[in-house]
T-cell receptor, first 111, second 116 residues
């Protein structure tokens, strides 16, 4: 079945550091890929998405590129801020199915 | 346009009681999903519903749990005879559809269930 694997956390960085959170997936066909972010005590918010191979999703300085050859969708940001501290979830879905999530990666950014 | 509304935000139940969690999807959304979140375990899919239909309930425990999404009114996740292990955050999400567009889901703020 479909699944998502993302790197274990927590990830601890200083402000302005470069961020990478790895995400790989297993799926039949061509899923859509998503990154969601969850701030403390809140629900999940869509951060970015990509619906086909080589698409790049971007938002708020975050980027991720849909790599079919490596079945990956790694999240990157060039310069993190304290306000980026949250839990980040990689997810996929295909037509007719619900979103499947990775276990989440906690990011903690200190000033 | 209000987002996905879940209530209550916090719910405390004694062991053996029933818990009812409500979810009103975004306006125009006809697909609803329920997820459970436990610390350190991420989000686990429970059930996917359209109006008056259960599409996929493969993630829902066979006993004590049920879900519905009636023609009118919110979606309800019902947990009967709750046990301490049911304590978790339950999130509802909705989407326009789930066909070729692979539309994203929008999440509510969750209901945090505590069983004492």
């Amino acid at each position: 079945g479909n699944s998502v694997t993302q790197m274990e956390g927590p990830v601890t960085l200083s402000e302005e550091a470069f961020l990478t959170i790895n995400c790989t997936y297993t799926a039949t066909g061509y899923p859509s890929l998503f990154w969601y972010v969850q701030y403390p005590g809140e629900g999940l918010q869509l951060l970015l998405k990509a619906t086909k191979a080589d698409d790049k999703g971007s938002n708020k300085g975050f980027e991720a590129t849909y790599r079919k050859e490596t079945t990956s969708f790694h999240l990157e940001k060039g310069s993190v801020q304290v306000s980026d501290s949250a839990v980040y979830f990689c997810a996929l879905n295909q037509a007719g199915t619900a979103l499947i999530f990775g276990k989440g990666t906690t990011l903690s950014v200190s000033s | 346009n209000a987002g996905v509304m879940q209530n209550p935000r916090h719910l405390v139940r004694r062991r053996g009681q029933e818990a009812r969690l409500r979810c009103s999807p975004m306006k125009g959304h006809s697909h609803v999903y329920w997820y459970r979140q436990l610390p350190e375990e991420g989000l686990k899919f429970m059930v996917y519903l359209q109006k008056e239909n259960i599409i996929d309930e493969s993630g829902m425990p066979k006993e004590r749990f049920s879900a519905e999404f009636p023609k009118e009114g919110p979606s309800i996740l019902r947990i009967q005879q709750v046990v301490r292990g049911d304590s978790a955050a339950y999130f509802c999400a909705s989407s326009l559809g789930n066909g070729q567009l692979n539309t994203e889901a929008f999440f509510g703020q969750g209901t945090r269930l505590t069983v004492v």
